[in-house]
């Protein structure tokens, strides 16, 4: 059964939206021009139509006229215009939450005639990951982001006063139509589309199918699941927090915008600057979500690679923190005001950029993160340009207004390297951001028909590191000189009072380069530079908090920053290889253990299984494949269920039990991951301290081996660890041809290279998976088998039930054996056992020790903190000002 009515209902949704969000766009243009207001003549001195007596600059004074009007609380009466404005942005965004449950909804009940749920869902995925299958595809991220806008929108509707909410509002329910319209779905005249629908049905999606010629109404009867490396939980947060800060992003844009229309320069900074400040929060919290999630998910052995889609995310970041300083002085400088327009305006504008360069197709391979081409790149370019023209426009014709400062600002002011920050956040943005757009840039020529032979880095990490890490040396001091100057601790010219801090510091340095045994001269500069960040900011901080501790977020956040840059440091700058391979035997000849003078080779240990090996400081043992039962804690031996193909159920092989509690018995049929096969290693450190970890490696039919790490935490150091080479999960054992021996008592024979000695024959009353009768009877052999790491015993059975004879064989996994008992000759004495060989079990991994890199965790949280302290402070002042009828 085709379920069309969700379908066509969330559809119905999606053009609502698109339609109300036009609707609120004109009606708040209308009434930001004053039409449809009705005034009370004795309110005004004389009549006025658009931005009736708002306050204005002077072109060649920073001062500003009082208002024409005498009672502005009187002063309009009735508004149509804006009436009918936001009756269409409250339904809009009640659209857009019908949009959310219907595709949810689809999602949920895996209706997989739909193209969606069919491309990101499937049946064995737990209800945590069908979450993030919402916005795992393009349309359901541009949702996500739509709602977000339309809640936002909502707040900055009834928050942001009455004199405020038709401009910005403009803004916003246009930004929000441009939105919906990339969901839109509509195809005009067979081939010009506008928007990708999140509703349209297989056989719409695929027409040409032969399956859908045949037979219209065919359903899958199950989806292609969620990309395994987005089944984790912070994928589950990650993405709703980063498009919280995208859509944050753009109320100060809208301030700023309105700002500007307005004639209003400056008055657009106090209710913009909160939100500045959560925006900066949030996208940033957001953005090391990602990097915890690439720490704890991939391999690459970090939380950082430079991807262009990382980078993308992060300039826009980056000048965000920039317009927040020049916020600060934009009252005592013209400099300060004229940067924030247009840092606030780009920094929205660059959110915009990001968007064209991850969904338009055009980085190719060049990002791991970026989505395929859906037909929107034109589209996207347009939603861009209309913003960049619109945005540059109004810079532009009102940039006259903005007045000018009667004299440069000194060196010795606060508003200068306030100023300097700003710049130099830009810079390192700017940095980032061009060699990002190299695919970009080539594709523009190409359209001219220049064939560009620049490429992106080929080491991104060695080539954004070198610069990056100059302009964040630099940022660390001018916290340190700008929070002194900020709380006048410096007087004028005199500077000494940096003096306690700088001997501080050296000392402090001093004894860190000492312990960390740091010999890099770039790190000495940058472990000076964040101790003096710490010291300044610490000193600042202290003082802050014994007068009035809301006033300490600007020095909370920037220890928050100057620890993060210590945690960079070591973590990244002093990671260390522990799994050395001390053999002189190279571990495989492929070219991706070859390459870099067999760099794979020398970096990775080899493990048998339950053969100890030793790694550095630790003895390590591979205990052998485990597999995650859903209602099950921990994990169990793969042998312990058998998985049912093509399906995420298993039959339970034996009891399943754990820390005393039977959970499944034998037979059961129980609800797993069959995807995720995880390899048990066992360590102990050298106080004999024994811990378990369990990285992960999952066969994907279209990725390939996917590896995810297993982290063991200390409160110095990580130990960072991953497979690099495992036999194939799903494939069989290939067993050799059958080799039979007959042997006596105590006789010696070979096993796969392992002397054996059949020690002896015993009655049993029991073996494992047959139950015995009364005139049943059996038997167990008991052979020894020698190993350089000790002894083994396997036991093959031979049994008499109900007179038929079974043969049940013994697998050791360690040895990469399977013996039989066959025949018992009571004549001779002899036993003959058929045995058969494989490729014993084994992992090859790959181990890092990860100084200090909890001081960066800790230092995202105190950044975020030190935000969080200044938002609030920061509304409050807007919220008064609101209230008293001044903002």
């Not at 945690?567 to 001390?582: D, E, H, P, Q, R």
């Not at 049912?644 to 509690?661: M, P, S, T, V, Y």
């Not at 790959?846 to 920061?874: C, D, H, M, Q």
């Amino acid at each position: 059964m085709i379920h069309n009515t969700i379908g066509q209902l969330g559809h119905f949704f999606v053009i609502l939206s698109f339609v109300t969000a036009l609707v609120a766009t004109v009606a708040y243009l209308m009434s930001a021009l004053g039409k449809g207001q009705f005034r009370q003549a004795e309110a005004v001195s004389e009549p006025e139509l658009a931005f009736a007596g708002e306050a204005t600059y002077n072109e060649k004074s920073s001062s500003r006229p009082k208002s024409k009007i005498q009672n502005p609380k009187s002063e309009i009466l009735k508004d149509d215009w804006r009436t009918l404005a936001r009756w269409s942005f409250y339904v809009h965004g009640a659209a857009v939450i019908g949009i959310v449950v219907c595709l949810y909804s689809i999602i949920y009940n895996h209706y997989f005639e739909y193209q969606y749920a069919w491309s990101h869902s499937s049946l064995a995925l737990p209800l945590q990951y069908v979450v993030s299958c919402f916005w795992e595809g393009q349309e359901g991220s541009f949702l996500l982001w739509l709602f977000w806008n339309a809640i936002l929108g909502a707040i900055l509707l009834n928050k942001s006063g009455s004199k405020w909410e038709a401009p910005t509002m403009t803004v916003f329910a246009l930004v929000q139509a441009f939105l919906a319209s990339m969901i839109l779905g509509v195809v005009f005249g067979g081939t010009f589309k506008i928007g990708s629908s999140p509703f349209m049905l297989m056989r719409e999606a695929m027409p040409d199918t032969p399956i859908f010629l045949t037979d219209p109404n065919f359903i899958p009867k199950d989806g292609n699941g969620l990309n395994p490396l987005l089944q984790n939980y912070w994928m589950v947060i990650h993405p709703p927090t980063l498009f919280l800060g995208y859509a944050l992003t753009l109320i100060p844009f809208a301030y700023c915008i309105a700002g500007l229309w307005r004639n209003q320069p400056l008055e657009w900074i106090r209710p913009a600057l909160p939100w500045t400040l959560v925006g900066g929060m949030i996208l940033g919290v957001g953005i090391m979500m990602g990097g915890y999630w690439a720490y704890e998910t991939l391999n690459f052995g970090g939380y950082w690679n430079w991807d262009p889609v990382e980078n993308s995310v992060f300039v826009p970041w980056l000048v965000l923190v920039g317009s927040l300083h020049t916020m600060l002085i934009a009252k005592k400088s013209s400099t300060g005001l004229k940067t924030s327009v247009i840092l606030t305006i780009s920094t929205f504008l660059l959110i915009l950029y990001s968007t064209f360069l991850t969904r338009s197709g055009i980085l190719g391979n060049a990002s791991v993160h970026s989505f395929t081409d859906l037909g929107l790149s034109g589209q996207l370019l347009v939603y861009l340009m209309v913003f960049v023209i619109g945005a540059v426009f109004m810079m532009v014709s009102k940039w006259k207004i903005i007045p000018s400062d009667e004299k440069e600002a000194s060196v010795y002011t606060k508003e200068f390297w306030l100023f300097i920050g700003a710049i130099v956040l830009v810079l390192a943005g700017f940095q980032i951001i061009v060699a990002t757009s190299i695919p970009a840039f080539n594709k523009f020529l190409e359209v001219f028909g220049v064939v560009s032979n620049l490429a992106p880095p080929a080491d991104a990490i060695s080539f954004y590191n070198k610069f990056q890490v100059w302009f964040f040396i630099v940022i660390a001091l001018l916290t340190g000189v700008g929070q002194y100057l900020w709380w006048r601790k410096i007087d004028g010219k005199n500077w000494t009072a940096l003096t306690t801090p700088a001997m501080a510091t050296l000392l402090l340095s001093a004894g860190i380069i000492a312990v960390g045994k740091v010999s890099n001269p770039v790190y000495i500069v940058l472990i000076v530079a964040s101790v003096f960040a710490l010291v300044t900011n610490g000193t600042v901080l202290w003082g802050v908090m014994r007068g009035n501790y809301r006033l300490s977020g600007g020095a909370v956040a920037h220890i928050g920053m100057a620890l993060m840059l210590v945690g960079i440091l070591f973590s990244a700058g002093y990671s260390k290889v522990v799994s050395v391979n001390n053999s002189g035997i190279p571990i495989s000849k492929r070219e991706e253990f070859t390459k870099n003078n067999n760099q794979e080779n020398k970096e990775n240990v080899l493990l048998w299984i339950n053969q100890p090996e030793r790694m550095d400081k630790y003895q390590m043992t591979y205990r052998g494949q485990r597999v995650e039962i859903r209602d099950v804690p921990g994990y169990v031996p793969r042998s312990w269920v058998s998985v049912i193909e093509g399906d995420f159920h298993g039959i339970a092989q034996r009891d399943i039990e754990q820390k005393g509690k039977v959970y499944h018995k034998k037979g059961d049929t129980l609800a797993l991951y069959p995807e995720n096969v995880f390899y048990e290693v066992e360590y102990r450190d050298p106080n004999g301290k024994i811990f378990t970890l369990y990285p992960r490696a999952q066969a994907n039919p279209k990725m390939g081996l996917l590896v995810s790490p297993d982290i063991a935490r200390n409160t110095s150091r990580d130990l960072y660890t991953f497979v690099s080479s495992v036999p194939d999960p799903n494939a069989d054992n290939e067993w050799s041809k059958t080799e039979n021996f007959t042997v006596a008592m105590r006789d010696t024979f070979f096993v796969n290279d392992y002397v054996a000695i059949l020690d002896n024959v015993v009655k049993v009353d029991k073996v494992d998976g047959v139950t015995l009768g009364a005139g049943d009877a059996a038997v167990q052999a008991q052979v020894r088998v020698l190993d350089k790491n000790g002894e083994y015993v396997l036991t093959p059975s031979f049994i008499i039930k109900d007179r038929l004879v079974a043969r049940p064989p013994y697998v050791s996994d360690e040895l990469g054996v399977r013996i039989q008992l066959n025949e018992i000759d009571p004549r001779t004495g002899n036993f003959t056992f058929a045995v058969n060989t494989t490729q014993r079990d084994y992992i090859v991994m790959k181990a890092y020790e990860k100084p200090l890199i909890n001081v960066l965790w800790i230092g995202t949280l105190v950044v975020a903190l030190g935000f969080g302290i200044s938002t609030v402070r920061r509304y409050r002042d807007f919220s008064k000002m609101r209230d008293k009828g001044l903002a």
